[in-house]
């Protein structure tokens, strides 16, 4: 397998640390997007966003690492549960504002391609005829009411039925991820990313043919250049934060 990746903190963040992570072994690749709390919001815990995807991507990886024939979920799950016990006890985790993530996963077993997707940060699957289909765990688009949401709604709504699900501290929500296998002699590729480079489809105009293609052929670091380029261009809409941490990576077996 081989895993081409690039990250990069969104610009103009003051010195704050990227919350995207990225981590590959010899048959997987993770992609992690954490969630920025809101300015001024209580997360109920002494961990910023940066130390929990770091910890549940390494987590990840002991798993993934161990168990080449797990489920995925239940690789995700106990990497979930392995972060809640780092927290050692001094954090509020019900609190809905507590350091949170999304997933992205994609492994090689045998002659299968497995992956799952929790949250919004998809993964893209090339077929060996140009041909794509995008896993995307799009929940965070369909909450009640309608956009833009408010904070309230958020808090909410996260880790519940009817809402959306998210690695945080409930083990219970990695059995909710999007997951499947497909066999690997009918791909090309799998692009990971977070939502700082799905911009570039959603608003931007480009397609996933288009982000797979780069991806193959420029690598992953064009569509961060890519993305930066039509926000200063374009700017983002109402309401949209104008840069956000962006991560892409690229595997071919």
């Not at 309608?146 to 009817?162: F, H, I, W």
């Not at 931007?204 to 052929?217: K, N, P, V």
Request: proline share 5%.
């Amino acid at each position: 397998m081989h895993v081409v990746y690039s990250t990069a903190a969104a610009p103009g963040g003051g010195g704050r640390r990227n919350e995207d992570f990225v981590i590959a072994g010899p048959d997987w690749v993770v992609v992690l997007d954490g969630a920025t709390a809101a300015a001024g919001a209580d997360s109920g815990c002494r961990h910023d966003v940066a130390w929990y995807v770091a910890r549940l991507g390494t987590g990840l990886a002991r798993g993934l690492a161990a168990g080449p024939e797990t489920d995925l979920r239940d690789v995700l799950a106990d990497a979930i549960r392995e972060v809640t016990g780092c927290h050692g006890g001094s954090c509020d985790l019900d609190n809905p504002d507590s350091p949170s993530s999304t997933a992205a996963i994609v492994r090689r077993r045998g002659a299968a391609v497995d992956y799952l997707v929790l949250c919004d940060s998809p993964v893209v699957l090339r077929g060996r005829d140009g041909t794509v289909r995008v896993i995307h765990d799009d929940r965070t688009e369909h909450l009640p009411g309608g956009r833009p949401y408010s904070a309230a709604l958020v808090r909410s709504m996260r880790n519940r039925q009817g809402g959306f699900w998210v690695a945080a501290a409930r083990p219970e929500a990695a059995h909710q991820a999007l997951t499947g296998s497909v066999a690997a002699a009918d791909l090309d590729g799998a692009l990971l990313v977070t939502d700082g480079v799905t911009r570039l489809v959603e608003w931007y105009g480009r397609t996933w043919e288009h982000l797979t293609a780069t991806a193959a052929t420029a690598g992953p670091v064009e569509l961060i250049i890519q993305v930066r380029a039509a926000e200063r261009e374009h700017g983002a809409p109402r309401g949209a934060k104008p840069h956000d941490d962006a991560t892409a990576a690229w595997v071919r077996w």
